[in-house]
């Protein structure tokens, strides 16, 4: 993706980064990350909170802008490496290599 687009991640204290569903399942970076390796942004702060209102269960959430460095289609998401950059916590997924000690 050659331009950045702004927009915000949600992030839960205790589920981490929104990481996006497949239909079925929804992905948090803490709780279940599955394989994946990019987190969605939502592109206005609007789009996040109408998500939120069919999750009454999630309180807590808080919104953080990020600039969104992959482009699928319309959707954008954010690579573990722009969500770090944005301040929010990175995470492992399945499968994934890490080399050296995770701090």
């Given at each position: 993706m050659?331009?950045?687009s ?16 497949d ?31 069919g999750?009454?269960?999630?309180t807590?959430?808080e ?13 954008t ?21 890490c ?5």
């Amino acid at each position: 993706m050659n331009d950045a687009s702004e927009g915000y991640l949600l992030i839960h204290p205790h589920y981490g980064i929104y990481l996006g569903h497949d239909g079925q399942q929804h992905y948090w970076s803490k709780a279940n990350p599955g394989r994946l390796i990019v987190a969605v942004v939502f592109p206005a702060l609007g789009d996040l909170v109408d998500f939120l209102a069919g999750w009454p269960t999630i309180t807590a959430a808080e919104a953080l802008p990020i600039k969104a460095d992959i482009r699928a289609g319309i959707a954008t998401y954010a690579s573990i490496e722009a969500c770090v950059h944005a301040g929010a916590e990175g995470w492992i997924s399945q499968g994934m290599i890490c080399y050296g000690p995770i701090q």
